[in-house]
């Protein structure tokens, strides 16, 4: 059964950092394309960030150079280290999962993704 579980989240000051985590269980033999999402109350589920199959970062706009997204295929966990954090960064913050046969890693589209994990609260103050 494939398993997702983010971890790592909870209350900054804008400013600080947060490491998120993310334990992938369930695949097998190695560790699937996998990408950050977030969602604010009252808003879309938004990508945050990806990794191609070589391990390639992507990043929206709104975190390049704030946050980065990498992997650890060997612990099978993946992680976005989240910097300068700014209030509006305030999110439930989930990491996903692509199909293993899939043609799409790095890509931004969240339908492509089919696993998620169950979310990490992200809240920053100012």
């Known amino acids: 059964q494939v398993q997702l579980a983010e971890s790592g989240g909870g209350s900054v000051q804008a400013g600080g950092s947060l490491r998120l985590s993310c334990a992938v269980s369930?695949?097998?033999?190695?560790?699937?394309?996998m990408a950050w999402f977030r969602q604010a109350p009252g808003k879309e589920r938004e990508t945050v960030a990806s990794?191609?199959?070589?391990?390639?970062?992507y990043y929206s706009a709104s975190v390049e150079g704030r946050f980065t997204i990498s992997r650890d295929a060997a612990k099978s966990e993946l992680y976005l280290q989240m910097s300068s954090l700014k209030a509006e960064d305030t999110a439930m913050y989930y990491c996903?999962?692509?199909?293993?046969?899939?043609?799409?890693?790095?890509?931004?589209?969240?339908?492509?993704?089919?696993?998620w994990g169950q979310g990490t609260q992200v809240t920053v103050s100012s």
């Open positions: 996903a999962a692509l199909p293993r046969s899939s043609d799409y890693c790095g890509s931004f589209r969240k339908d492509r993704y089919n696993d």
């Open positions: 369930g695949y097998t033999p190695d560790m699937p394309c």
């Open positions: 990794l191609t199959r070589a391990d390639t970062p």
